[in-house]
């Protein structure tokens, strides 16, 4: 397939350098459905980004879509802060009855405003609350937003760079297998805690990614998950879980957090919550650590009627009868299969994830963007991720067929092959 870059134009002229995807993908989008983009000159592209992992049940779903319209076409009501409406108690029931009470999981839903960061805020302000320090861990390699607050308790420099000021109040630990299994599972974070000797302030909370979307598709075990949670319950800490790229099914249950067997004090949801890719946010947390005042944190977005619809139809959808869980398992050894094929034709890559999350990480790491950019010009959307760029990142839809992932996976394997 043969792009031609658009002309300079409107984006060029009057949109901020800060912009990012579009440079390398220079094409002008003008429809998508399903796991398919397609531009303004006719070209179609397969997609493995998802929307960074927001459209995790495709562009356009036709169910969310007719139950967007119906709401639309009858005035239901658009924007309402947090007050009640008939959109938001349809989806907390949804979630209450779909979600939570099959998992026995006791959160409390707050909303934040719409964004990932936002949760992230609201969940590092209320652990300082409850617990009155202010200190959080985080762990290398986190990406957990791009506010000031969540930036903080970020790992990638670059990112971290972008504040102008300071980023206190964090302290970050190894990930699992920072040190190559050469160290103990928290020996370092476990004896600065003990000694009085250490200047590390009690923290109120850590913060862990389950998968390291961001950071390179680093994949905590369980096992490794499960010292955590009983460390921080040990050290009187509250653990928190950013799901927000990595929840609502992505790793196959739909919190990633469920295959570890643990339940987090604070959770955090975004991104696939409303399944079509509308602005919505939760911070979930135990009932005893609800000690917000009202009105303590707000936000004049935090009520989205129209997320609230899509999202309770994607769960009375998909997520009522277990089926969505085992499908994307049996997705995942596909692509997981597909991307041993790659590793073993050549050398110097190699490959990890979880459910239908997955990368590839490169030794020659500039070639992770070639294979990115080879793969564009081949029609297929993937991008890079890991603190150099090095890793290639799998998020294809949930819902995406078995004949897409393999047509997907051979263009992938063209693009490795082809910039060898």
Same mark, same amino acid.
């Given at each position: !397939?043969?792009?031609?870059?658009?002309a300079?134009?409107?984006?060029?002229?009057?949109?901020?350098? $800060?912009?990012?995807?579009c440079?390398?993908?220079?094409?002008?989008?003008?429809?998508?459905?399903?796991?398919?983009m397609?531009?303004?000159?006719?070209?179609t592209?397969?997609?493995?980004?998802?929307?960074?992992?927001?459209?995790?049940?495709?562009?356009?779903? *036709?169910?969310?879509?007719?139950?967007?319209?119906?709401?639309?076409?009858?005035?239901?009501?658009?924007?309402g802060?947090?007050?009640?409406?008939t959109?938001?108690?349809?989806?907390l029931?949804?979630?209450?009855?779909?979600?939570l009470r099959?998992?026995?999981?006791?959160?409390?839903?707050?909303?934040?405003?719409p964004?990932?960061?936002?949760?992230?805020?609201?969940? =590092?302000?209320?652990?300082?609350?409850?617990?009155?320090?202010?200190?959080? $861990?985080?762990?290398?390699?986190?990406?957990?937003? !791009?506010? &000031?607050?969540?930036?903080?308790?970020?790992g990638?420099a670059f990112?971290?760079?972008?504040?102008?000021?300071?980023?206190?109040?964090?302290?970050?630990m *190894?990930?699992?297998?920072?040190?190559d299994?050469?160290?103990?599972?928290?020996?370092?974070?476990?004896? &600065?805690?003990?000694?009085?000797?250490?200047?590390?302030?009690?923290?109120?909370a850590?913060?862990?990614?389950?998968?390291?979307?961001?950071g390179?598709?680093?994949?905590a075990?369980?096992?490794? =998950?499960?010292?955590l949670?009983d460390?921080?319950?040990?050290?009187d800490?509250?653990?928190?879980?950013?799901?927000? +790229?990595?929840?609502?099914?992505?790793?196959g249950?739909?919190?990633?957090?469920?295959?570890?067997?643990?339940?987090?004090?604070?959770?955090?949801?975004?991104?696939?919550i409303?399944g079509?890719?509308?602005?919505?946010? =939760?911070t979930?947390?135990?009932?005893?650590?609800?000690i917000?005042? *009202?009105g303590?944190?707000?936000?004049?977005?935090?009520?989205n009627?129209?997320a609230?619809?899509?999202?309770?139809?994607?769960?009375?959808?998909?997520?009522?009868?277990?089926?969505?869980?085992? +499908?994307?398992?049996?997705?995942?050894?596909?692509?997981?299969?597909?991307?041993?094929?790659?590793?073993?034709?050549?050398s110097?890559?190699?490959y990890?994830?979880?459910g239908?999350?997955?990368? !590839?990480?490169?030794?020659?790491?500039?070639?992770?963007?070639?294979?990115?950019?080879?793969?564009?010009?081949?029609?297929?959307?993937?991008?890079?991720?890991?603190?150099e760029?090095?890793?290639?990142?799998?998020?294809?839809?949930?819902? !995406?067929?078995?004949?897409?992932?393999?047509?997907?996976?051979?263009?992938?394997?063209?693009?490795?092959r082809?910039?060898a």
């Amino acid at each position: !397939m043969t792009i031609t870059p658009p002309a300079l134009s409107v984006f060029e002229a009057l949109e901020s350098e $800060v912009r990012s995807y579009c440079r390398g993908w220079p094409a002008v989008f003008d429809r998508a459905q399903g796991s398919h983009m397609y531009d303004e000159d006719g070209h179609t592209y397969l997609d493995f980004f998802a929307g960074a992992g927001s459209l995790n049940y495709g562009h356009n779903n *036709p169910v969310l879509k007719r139950a967007l319209i119906d709401y639309i076409e009858r005035d239901g009501v658009t924007h309402g802060l947090d007050m009640s409406t008939t959109a938001k108690r349809a989806f907390l029931e949804s979630f209450q009855n779909n979600i939570l009470r099959p998992r026995d999981l006791p959160y409390k839903v707050m909303f934040p405003g719409p964004t990932g960061t936002n949760a992230v805020e609201a969940a =590092l302000k209320l652990a300082r609350k409850v617990k009155g320090r202010e200190s959080i $861990v985080s762990f290398t390699n986190a990406f957990h937003g !791009m506010s &000031l607050g969540s930036l903080a308790v970020t790992g990638n420099a670059f990112k971290r760079a972008g504040a102008g000021i300071p980023l206190v109040h964090g302290t970050p630990m *190894p990930f699992d297998n920072y040190f190559d299994g050469a160290v103990e599972d928290f020996l370092w974070f476990e004896r &600065l805690l003990e000694d009085q000797g250490s200047g590390l302030n009690k923290p109120a909370a850590v913060i862990v990614e389950t998968v390291q979307g961001e950071g390179g598709i680093n994949v905590a075990r369980a096992e490794w =998950l499960r010292a955590l949670a009983d460390l921080c319950e040990r050290q009187d800490m509250l653990l928190i879980v950013d799901d927000i +790229q990595m929840g609502c099914g992505r790793t196959g249950a739909f919190f990633s957090f469920e295959e570890a067997g643990i339940t987090p004090d604070i959770v955090t949801v975004s991104k696939s919550i409303s399944g079509y890719g509308l602005p919505l946010a =939760l911070t979930l947390f135990k009932p005893e650590l609800d000690i917000w005042e *009202p009105g303590e944190h707000n936000g004049t977005f935090r009520g989205n009627n129209p997320a609230f619809v899509t999202a309770a139809a994607t769960l009375d959808t998909y997520w009522a009868d277990g089926q969505m869980e085992k +499908q994307t398992l049996a997705r995942g050894e596909q692509v997981e299969q597909g991307l041993r094929a790659i590793c073993e034709e050549g050398s110097g890559i190699s490959y990890r994830g979880r459910g239908l999350v997955w990368g !590839m990480e490169f030794e020659d790491k500039p070639r992770a963007s070639a294979v990115c950019k080879r793969a564009f010009e081949l029609g297929l959307l993937v991008e890079t991720s890991g603190p150099e760029s090095e890793v290639v990142k799998l998020l294809p839809a949930l819902t !995406m067929t078995p004949e897409e992932l393999d047509e997907g996976l051979r263009i992938l394997a063209r693009a490795v092959r082809e910039t060898a």
